[in-house]
């Protein structure tokens, strides 16, 4: 059977839980919900030149939605759809080796849940770059989207939000651990061409992943199957 999304509009579910690893092959968080049908979003970050092989718990289905490569960096971007709220939700990143880095959830409510993702061809935007502020540029083709990013570097650095936008975690390393990585998002009302979002502060080698979720169409509510453990497809492009 189905049920409709319980939020109107989308908006961040929750808190925003984030953590750091070091030399070892996993990380856990433990994330909760108030809203059925949440999009659910892991970050990683890591400066070892290891990809993550998984991201599971007991009551979600993750796919990867973009993994991107510069040299030694690697940020990664997971996402599920839960078809109820979560309880103190054991999430668990495995990485393909051991390995320092950081990783961050965060949950957004009231998304299409069969198709999460804003489909304009800029999406996933990626960029990099050294002694500046980490940005991206993308589009989007659909209103009401919430835009967000995830930024890392790999030394023992934070960062705050850039201008409109509202920070979900900076997460620095512990000693010996040289990563930081950091998340943002903003909704926007319109559709957007050529927007260059950044994070404030300049970082001496930095690399990001820029992304959008979007509300379902106009006039068909978002639908989620009560079986748990269903995860919507990717859209196709």
């Not at 049920?3 to 953590?19: C, F, N, Q, R, W």
């Not at 409510?109 to 489909?119: E, L, Q």
């Not at 990013?149 to 201008?163: S, W």
Request: net charge negative; hydrophobic share 35%; aromatic share 6%.
């Amino acid at each position: 059977g189905l049920k409709p999304h319980l939020a109107e509009k989308v908006d961040i579910d929750g808190t925003t839980v984030s953590g750091q690893f070091k030399t070892t092959d996993s990380v856990t968080l433990t994330k909760s919900t108030t809203l059925a049908g949440d999009v659910i979003v892991v970050g990683v970050q890591n400066n070892g030149g290891v990809a993550g092989s998984s991201v599971t718990s007991t009551n979600l289905t993750f796919t990867l939605r973009k993994q991107f490569i510069d040299g030694t960096m690697y940020i990664e971007e997971w996402r599920a759809i839960a078809t109820a709220a979560l309880s103190s939700e054991v999430i668990t990143v495995q990485m393909d080796a051991s390995t320092s880095g950081t990783a961050g959830c965060f949950a957004i409510s009231g998304a299409d849940t069969v198709n999460p993702y804003d489909v304009n061809s800029s999406l996933v935007a990626t960029g990099s770059g050294s002694s500046s502020v980490p940005n991206v540029t993308l589009s989007t083709s659909n209103t009401d989207t919430i835009i967000f990013m995830m930024g890392a570097t790999g030394a023992r650095t934070g960062n705050t939000a850039g201008a409109n936008f509202t920070l979900l975690w900076s997460q620095i390393g512990n000693v010996g651990n040289a990563n930081g990585g950091w998340a943002q998002y903003r909704i926007v009302a319109a559709a957007q061409t050529d927007y260059n979002p950044a994070f404030n502060d300049s970082i001496t080698t930095w690399d990001c992943i820029g992304d959008a979720v979007q509300p379902p169409a106009p006039g068909v509510a978002g639908m989620i199957r009560r079986r748990r453990g269903t995860s919507g497809p990717e859209n196709s492009r």
